[in-house]
């Protein structure tokens, strides 16, 4: 469902855009995992790394629940019972999950991904999702994957695709996705569902290459209606007089060789070819020549 996602912020204006409060009230900004495996990105795809919040006690086992810290963790799950040397073999498209399947598949477990506000910029789109940490069999640094959820579209983004993210919409509703030891799975479970508050616009077509990293990939674009080729009453003749022609005859009508010599024929001149050379002529195309009637 989702496969482009954008975060142009640099790495110390994420975590201005993620402040919070914490149990006791305080306002803290979250402390950055990994940072310099973060590059801010108008048009990222799954394999790319992204900021991801979650506790700070998935890191620290003694640390308050409720402290959140923001990792670069890279977009697409690889569950850490994968067994092969290179997660790149990993067979199955994990960049999403399905929430209504999520608790019954193996390669997911419970935990989050998120991002919010209380700054002067734009609002961060929150999206609920999956972490694990993956570390190859033989040794090595360990990988920190993700996943984002997906459930029904709301109706105002059904016309467009039948999922959506669950987006997970105001600080205590990340509060709750978040603060695992406090926050039961049920209950955390009960904000996974479609919203009708979100905004959104279609963009150029140059996002479906990831390589394109520009400002164009966010510029709302205008979808004008679609509009009907007009056909002139001469194409209209031809194109009768193609559907009319009778291939047996069009195949008699070619010229027989009589001569005792070896010689190539000439193209065969078929209703296609006819059309074709009519039509450019119609199109103005100075080139082209009208055929000649019998």
């Keep these: 469902m ?36 973060y590059s801010p990105s108008y048009n990222k795809s799954p394999q790319s790394n992204s900021p991801v919040l979650v506790s700070r006690r998935h890191f620290e086992k003694d640390a308050d629940s409720s402290e959140r810290v923001i990792a670069a963790m890279r977009w697409g799950l690889v569950p850490a019972w994968f067994r092969e040397d290179d997660p790149s073999k990993m067979q199955y498209k994990t960049s999403n999950c399905r929430s209504d399947t999520m608790m019954e598949k193996l390669s997911y477990k419970a935990d989050g991904k998120d991002d919010d506000e209380e700054w002067k910029g734009w609002r961060l789109l929150t999206m609920a999702g999956i972490f694990d940490c993956w570390e190859p069999p033989d040794g090595g640094d360990a990988l920190y994957t993700y996943t984002i959820i997906t459930v029904d579209a709301s109706k105002g983004l059904s016309a467009i695709h039948n999922r959506m993210p669950a987006i997970l919409d105001g600080d205590e509703a990340i509060r709750k996705w978040l603060d695992f030891t406090e926050v039961s799975t ?20 140059i996002v479906n290459n990831s390589r394109n990293n520009t400002p164009e990939c966010l510029v709302p674009i205008g979808l004008g209606p679609k509009t009907e080729t007009k056909v002139s009453t001469s194409s209209k003749m031809m194109l009768d007089w193609v559907k009319n022609k009778s291939p047996k005859k069009e195949e008699d009508d070619l010229p027989r060789w009589s001569s005792q010599f070896i010689q190539i024929a000439a193209p065969k001149r ?18 082209a020549k009208k055929p000649k009637t019998q």
Aim: with cysteine; proline share 4%.
């Design 270 to 287: 078929t209703s296609a070819a006819l059309m074709q050379q009519w039509l450019k002529k119609e199109e103005g195309d100075p080139c």
């Design 186 to 205: 049920q209950e955390a479970l009960r904000l996974i569902h479609s919203t009708e508050n979100i905004a959104f616009h279609p963009v150029s077509t």
């Design 2 to 37: 989702c496969g482009r996602t954008a975060c142009a912020l640099g790495a110390d204006r994420i975590r201005r855009a993620c402040v919070y409060r914490d149990n006791h009230g305080r306002i803290r900004q979250p402390e950055w995992r990994d940072a310099d495996k």
